[in-house]
T-cell receptor, first 114, second 114 residues
Framework: SQQGEEDPQALSIQEGENATMNCSYK?????LQWYRQNSGRGLVHLIL?????REKHSGRLRVTLDTSKKSSSLLITASRAADTASYFC??????????????FGKGTKLSVIP | DAGITQSPRHKVTETGTPVTLRCHQT?????MYWYRQDPGHGLRLIHY???????DKGEVSDGYSVSRSKTEDFLLTLESATSSQTSVYFC?????????????FGPGTRLTVL
């Protein structure tokens, strides 16, 4: 069964605006990761946040994690047309170090209008 | 795509025929995965491998088998393809960074079962 559920399913914004996507999950995690998928391509890893971290930044990306609410958000600031893609959260279960399985959500489809 | 290739990239086949998809990596990673991606379901794990001849089932393994006779190749076989197996199939490898791992994906194989 799906562990992560992204919200919204689809998001359309103007270039230059910020885009926020949310992910909720059900069980305790070791870490949570965000991936991007351009149309017709494989997924690309964006950022990883550990269960003991609350916020992480990478360029225009900001990820937050609230383990008490079992939720995470991905913020893309100053969006560009090239950010148009589907974004997926993926969780690694809290089964000790070295867990190698990811469980993906269904994704948020982001459209950035030039 | 982190040295991951998939073949074929596109395939159309008929119900009841056997199909084998190949994933090849050039970097000697231990963990390899097969996912399927369907609209409304995100990515779902079919099978994974943690070494030569070491494989295990994922969430949606029914109707699929895998083999890994050498580190660089991970084969996914549909013994008797059905229309419900029409999907895009992605192979991935796991790369460890410190205590955590992220996955790198191949370009995908679009399979249509008529």
């Amino acid at each position: 069964s799906q562990q992560g559920e992204e919200d919204p399913q689809a998001l359309s914004i103007q270039e230059g605006e910020n885009a926020t996507m949310n992910c909720s999950y059900k069980t305790s995690i070791n870490n949570l990761q965000w991936y991007r998928q351009n149309s017709g391509r494989g997924l690309v890893h964006l950022i990883l946040i550990r269960s003991n971290e609350r916020e992480k930044h990478s360029g225009r990306l900001r990820v937050t994690l609230d383990t008490s609410k079992k939720s995470s958000s991905l913020l893309i600031t100053a969006s560009r047309a090239a950010d148009t893609a589907s974004y997926f959260c993926a969780t690694v279960p809290y089964s000790g170090a070295g867990s190698y399985q990811l469980t993906f959500g269904k994704g948020t489809k982001l459209s950035v209008i030039p | 795509d982190a040295g991951i290739t998939q073949s074929p990239r596109h395939k159309v086949t008929e119900t009841g025929t056997p199909v084998t998809l190949r994933c090849h990596q050039t970097e000697n990673h231990r963990y390899m995965y097969w996912y399927r991606q369907d609209p409304g379901h995100g990515l779902r794990l079919i099978h994974y491998s943690y070494g030569v001849k070491d494989t295990d089932k994922g969430e949606v393994s029914d109707g699929y088998s895998v083999s890994r006779s050498k580190t660089e190749d991970f084969l996914l076989t549909l013994e008797s393809a059905t229309s419900s197996q029409t999907s895009v199939y992605f192979c991935a490898i796991s790369v460890t960074s410190g205590d955590y791992n992220e996955q790198f994906f191949g370009p995908g194989t679009r399979l249509t079962v008529l």
